[in-house]
Nanobody, 125 residues
Framework: QVQLVEAGGGLVQAGGSLRLSCAAS????????MGWFRQAPGKEREFVAA????????YYADSVKGRFTISRDNAKNTVYLQMNSLKPEDTAVYYC??????????????????WGQGTQVTVSS
């Protein structure tokens, strides 16, 4: 069964950068898209970015557009999230997930069927 494992979180000062990775392993990996979401304490899980796996089209939340970049390495079954110009409000647990259907909205958590365990990103002011 496919599992998603995130890495790359940590503590960084405002204005700094981090690169998250999410590797799929443990089985035959097929997905329509992969996404990154985040959840801060006391808040709902929110969409950050998504990428269509075959064509590489990318989508971003307005709050991260121009600062974050999602990419993928098909050969490694890995998706990345490069985060630049980080702000304290970016502090959250970041999750990657797979979206199996082209009919499901990319920005909605319920569209995703597999989730990683999450990685903490903390941005200090």
């Amino acid at each position: 069964q496919v599992q998603l494992v995130e890495a790359g979180g940590g503590l960084v000062q405002a204005g700094g950068s981090l690169r998250l990775s999410c590797a799929a392993s443990g089985g035959t990996f097929k997905t329509y898209a992969m996404g990154w979401f985040r959840q801060a304490p006391g808040k709902e899980r929110e969409f950050v970015a998504a990428i269509k796996w075959s064509v590489g089209s990318t989508y971003y939340a307005d709050s991260v557009k121009g600062r974050f970049t999602i990419s993928r390495d098909n050969a490694k079954n890995t998706v990345y999230l490069q985060m630049n110009s980080l702000k304290p409000e970016d502090t959250a647990v970041y999750y990657c997930a797979t979206n199996p259907s082209l009919w499901s909205p990319l920005s909605v958590p319920s569209s995703y069927d597999r989730w990683g365990q999450g990685t903490q990103v903390t941005v200090s002011s």
